[in-house]
């Protein structure tokens, strides 16, 4: 599964649950990033506390190389990539040179006032350089132009499932459940 929405709509809260209930990884290029310890890695901490996207390229390097692992041999989900149309573009000539299909694409929908409530919460945890309030605007418009596209890229191939993503987290976690029987 691929979980598509903008920043606060929920997609690593739900990931964990769904990973611990079907045993299959949580795969978020966020977190992925943001435990790079190298030059480049520090890089791009710089670049996405500020609200920039990580180089495509360096994107699928790192993805193509975690789905070979034996962990993802049953499936898996994906938090956070595809981000943009290169990297879905590139996402399918993988699955195609796998023979592996998306089962879904689940899109969190979520209006951006909860949205703008949720991600300062959040900032006011700490946990998260990029949540900075200065650039959450930024975020959600780089969302707009360079990932809701993506959902016109997947209702092509029939895999788009909208959740309503305002009710609680145990109410989404039963419908997106529900795809999956
Ligand atoms: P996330 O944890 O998914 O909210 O990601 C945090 C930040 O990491 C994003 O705002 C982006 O700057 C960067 N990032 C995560 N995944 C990707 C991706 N697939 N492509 C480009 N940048 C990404």
Do not use: W
């Not at 990539?81 to 699955?95: E, G």
């Not at 592996?100 to 350089?129: F, M, N, P, Y």
């Not at 993506?150 to 997106?176: K, N, P």
């Amino acid at each position: 599964m691929v979980f598509i929405g903008p920043p606060g709509s929920g997609k690593g809260t739900q990931c964990e649950r769904l990973s611990n209930h079907f045993g299959v990884p949580h795969i978020s290029t966020g977190e992925m990033l943001r435990s790079l310890d190298s030059e480049t890695g520090h890089a791009i901490h710089s670049s996405i506390d500020r609200g920039h996207f990580a180089p495509d390229d360096f994107i699928m390097q790192m993805i193509a190389q975690r789905l070979l692992a034996d962990d993802c041999q049953r499936g898996y989900l994906l938090d956070g990539f595809p981000r943009t149309l290169v990297q879905a573009q590139a996402f399918d000539a993988i699955l195609h040179q796998c023979s592996q299909q998306l089962d879904h694409v689940i899109h969190l929908v979520v209006d951006v006032a909860e949205l703008v409530q949720r991600l300062t919460k959040r900032s006011q945890c700490g946990h998260r350089s990029d949540d900075s309030p200065e650039f959450i605007h930024e975020r959600f418009e780089l969302y707009e132009e360079r990932t809701a596209p993506l959902l016109a890229h997947y209702e092509q191939q029939s895999l788009v499932r909208s959740v309503d993503g305002m009710r609680s987290e145990d109410a989404v976690f039963a419908t997106i459940n529900q795809f999956s029987c």
